[in-house]
C-alpha cells in the first residue's frame, strides 16, 4: 500500500520522478559492478583451473572468451534499460513542462481576449 501512496505522491508532485531518474542511475552502476565482479570471478576461476590442467588451457580459455562475453551482453543490456527508463523519465519532465507553457500561453491570450 506505501508503493501506492508514492505513486500517487509522484503524480502530482514532479520533483519526486527525480527518485526515478536517480534508480535509474543506480542501476546501471550496479549493473557494471556485477559484471565487472562477475568477469573477475571468471578469469580467476579460469587462471586457476589453466595452473591445475594446462592442457586443457585452449579448451578453458575458448569458454572464459564465451561466458564472458554473455556476462557483458546482459551487462549491457541492464545498463540500456536503465537508461531508457532515465530517458523516459526525462521526456515526461520535458512534456509535463511543455503542457504547462502551453495552458499559461492559452490563459495568458484569453486574458488578452478579455481585456480588448
Known amino acids: 500500500m506505501e508503493i501506492l501512496s508514492f505513486i500517487a505522491l509522484a503524480a502530482t508532485d514532479a ?5 526515478g531518474i536517480l534508480g535509474a542511475g543506480i542501476g546501471a552502476g550496479l549493473a557494471a559492478i ?26 578453458i580459455r575458448a569458454n572464459m572468451i ?5 556476462i557483458e551482453g546482459v551487462a549491457l543490456f541492464a ?6 527508463i532515465q ?8 512534456e509535463l513542462n511543455a503542457v504547462e507553457l502551453f495552458n499559461q500561453g492559452q490563459e495568458l491570450k484569453a486574458l488578452q481576449a478579455a481585456g480588448k
Open 87 to 94: 530517458a523516459g523519465i526525462v521526456g515526461y519532465f520535458n
Open 66 to 70: 564465451l561466458t564472458a562475453a554473455f
Open 79 to 84: 545498463a540500456v534499460i536503465c537508461f531508457l
Open 15 to 19: 520533483s519526486i520522478l527525480n527518485y
Open 34 to 59: 556485477g559484471a565487472g565482479m562477475g568477469i573477475g570471478r571468471l578469469a580467476g576461476s579460469a587462471m586457476e583451473g589453466v595452473a591445475r590442467n594446462p592442457e586443457a588451457a585452449g579448451e
